[in-house]
């Protein structure tokens, strides 16, 4: 079974320039995350699709970033303009169904990541 | 506000030498303690899911335990190949599937 795929890998922008990354999820999940990790720290979820719709972007600095999921599968996440302290990992992850409340016997919550995207804005 | 808390920041062991690393939360409502392993330049991986006090689970020389306030990562007889950054996420019952991550234990076995 295919991971999940991220690109590109590496990217070097200038600050107040504009960037995008794509994901592709392991197929059939519905619920697709972005995660943002900063060198040193755990993940910080930024947004969360289930299938095509925003189920929480609390967390996402609306005013620069923007994220969509058209057609519940691939998802593409844009930075403009970007700043320096945007210099991170960006992460992708998915997860086979969200809303049941999950159970020792159940695996469908677990999130699965992608390689991540090494964003450095000088 | 860390609501998880990993300790030690980085541990270096022996091969052969067994340790443990420390997972501990404050928040209520838990609805599942996971495990990842992270090697540089590489996303998370998946590792263990809890989800009740008293819960264990094992992988070949990693096993996770669970309590009311803490989990523990039990390394047993480590090789070189087990280093990585091993993190600790936990989710709310109050979120829709959000995991909030520890920074990290980055664990270093030499030979």
């Known amino acids: 079974e295919a991971g999940v795929a991220q690109s590109p890998r590496y990217k070097i922008i200038e600050k107040r320039q504009s960037v995008a990354f794509w994901c592709n999820p392991i197929s059939g999940h519905a619920t697709l995350y972005w995660y943002q990790q900063i060198l040193g720290q755990g993940p910080k979820l930024l947004i969360q699709f289930q299938n095509n719709g925003v189920v929480d972007d609390s967390q996402l600095p609306k005013d620069r970033f923007s994220a969509e999921r058209l057609k519940g599968v691939d998802s593409t996440l844009k930075i403009q303009p970007a700043k320096l302290e945007d210099s991170a990992v960006y992460l992708c992850?998915?997860?086979?169904?969200?809303?049941?409340?999950?159970?020792?016997?159940?695996?469908?919550?677990?999130?699965?990541f992608g390689p991540g995207t090494r964003l450095t804005v000088t | 506000e860390d609501q998880v808390t990993q300790s030690p920041e980085a541990l270096r062991l022996q091969e052969g030498e067994s340790s443990s690393l420390n997972c501990s939360y404050t928040?209520?409502?838990?609805?599942?303690l996971f495990w990842y392993r992270q090697d540089p330049g590489k996303g998370p991986e998946f590792l263990f899911t809890l989800y009740s006090a008293g819960e264990e689970k094992e992988k070949e020389r990693l096993k996770a335990t669970l309590t009311k306030k803490e989990s523990f990562l039990h390394i047993t007889a480590p090789k070189p190949e087990d280093s990585a950054t091993y993190l600790c996420?936990?989710?709310?019952?109050?979120?829709?599937?959000?995991?909030?991550f520890g920074r990290g234990t980055q664990l270093t076995v030499w030979p």
């Open positions: 996420a936990l989710r709310r019952g109050s979120t829709l599937g959000r995991l909030y």
């Open positions: 928040v209520s409502g838990l609805r599942g």
């Open positions: 992850a998915s997860s086979l169904v969200l809303g049941k409340e999950p159970t020792a016997s159940t695996s469908t919550h677990e999130q699965y």
